[in-house]
């Protein structure tokens, strides 16, 4: 599966289309060289969902909780900062895993050998022209 987002003014119908096609699967793994716009796509997809709060990247806090205007909770993890797997079991990854809230990772390969069963796997690919394709599997 194939979503390509042509430019900025994409990024919300993309968004919509990301949620469609994953329904049911809650734990999302954003894979994309730096500057390949993981954080700006989750920050799409939680406004989508009714995010109240400000969706920023938590690179140093590794995980932030948005509030959707339901009361649910949104996940947002960035692992960049991970040295070893051990590092997210002392927060408690597999609480938020099994929270059924949706979980969003950046930088997910740093803790591939963990994630669940049933983890939507979202590569970027970042075109010449600057368009940004994710392909699901």
Not at 52 to 72: A, H, M, R
Not at 91 to 115: A, R, T
Request: charged share 25%; with cysteine; hydrophobic share 35%.
């Amino acid at each position: 599966m194939k979503i390509t987002i042509k430019d900025k003014r994409h990024l919300h119908s993309a968004a919509k289309e990301l949620i469609y096609h994953t329904q049911g699967n809650k734990i999302l793994a954003f894979y994309g060289a730096m500057g390949s716009g993981k954080t700006t796509i989750i920050k799409a997809i939680c406004e989508i969902l009714g995010a109240t709060d400000i969706v920023t990247s938590p690179t140093f806090t590794l995980v932030n909780e948005y509030k959707t205007s339901t009361g649910e909770s949104l996940f947002h993890f960035d692992f960049y900062r991970i040295k070893k797997t051990e590092e997210v079991f002392d927060f408690g990854i597999e609480e938020y895993f099994s929270s059924d809230s949706y979980c969003f990772m950046e930088w997910p390969e740093l803790i591939e050998d963990i994630l669940p069963t049933g983890t939507v796997r979202i590569q970027i690919e970042v075109t010449d022209d600057e368009q940004r394709i994710l392909h699901l599997s």
